[in-house]
């Protein structure tokens, strides 16, 4: 039964975290036009799952896009977070790609959580060490997580997927100073929740 805690020795085990990018990152909607003669394609992500990504990466742990689709849009987004590897593979067989990320970083399945929220996604889901879904996935999907977000992609889930694991490492408390620290909007270098 899938929950919304994570087991600390688990959060503490993870060397990567791979996102599915529509449904996930985005509301699963896409907007397709032409501007003159060209064709364009625009997405919506929600600018605090941006921040988990910072924070994610600020943790060390190396985030991985991996999308059933090639889009300018998800390429444009994950350079602008610095995302530490983007795949687009237009066939929507996220496996293979998938195994050969971790041969080429040394890493085993059970270093790793996904978070998916369709068919697409069930093949990384199902051998992961951490497979979540979100709260807009299929029911597949969400069968085969360990925790589902309480909230749709697109709207924060990968935000809310940021705090679960780094809460569970014991790190969030840490990165927040370290965020507040940097901005230069801490009194006295804390962060001082309310």
Avoid at 86 to 103: G, M, N, S, W
Wanted: include cysteine; charge should be negative; hydrophobic fraction near 45%.
């Amino acid at each position: 039964m899938p929950s919304h805690v994570i087991d600390a020795a688990l959060a503490r085990r993870l060397k990567l975290v791979g996102l599915d990018v529509d449904g996930v990152l985005t509301d699963n909607g896409v907007y397709i036009g032409m501007v003159g003669d060209h064709p364009v394609e625009f997405k919506r992500f929600h600018i605090q799952d941006g921040i988990g990504v910072r924070m994610l990466r600020s943790a060390g742990l190396t985030v991985v896009w991996v999308s059933g689709r090639e889009s300018a849009a998800t390429a444009l987004r994950a350079r602008e977070l610095g995302v530490d590897e983007l795949i687009q593979d237009p066939t929507a067989r996220k496996l293979p790609a998938f195994e050969a990320l971790l041969a080429r970083r040394g890493l085993t399945w059970e270093d790793c959580a996904f978070v998916g929220d369709d068919l697409a996604d069930l093949p990384l889901l199902t051998r992961v060490g951490l497979p979540i879904a979100v709260a807009n996935g299929v029911a597949e999907v969400k069968a085969a997580a360990r925790v589902v977000t309480s909230v749709p992609g697109g709207q924060g889930a990968v935000r809310e997927v940021a705090e679960l694991i780094l809460q569970a490492r014991g790190e969030w408390e840490g990165l927040l100073t370290k965020y507040f620290v940097e901005r230069g909007d801490a009194p006295h270098g804390a962060h001082r929740p309310r």
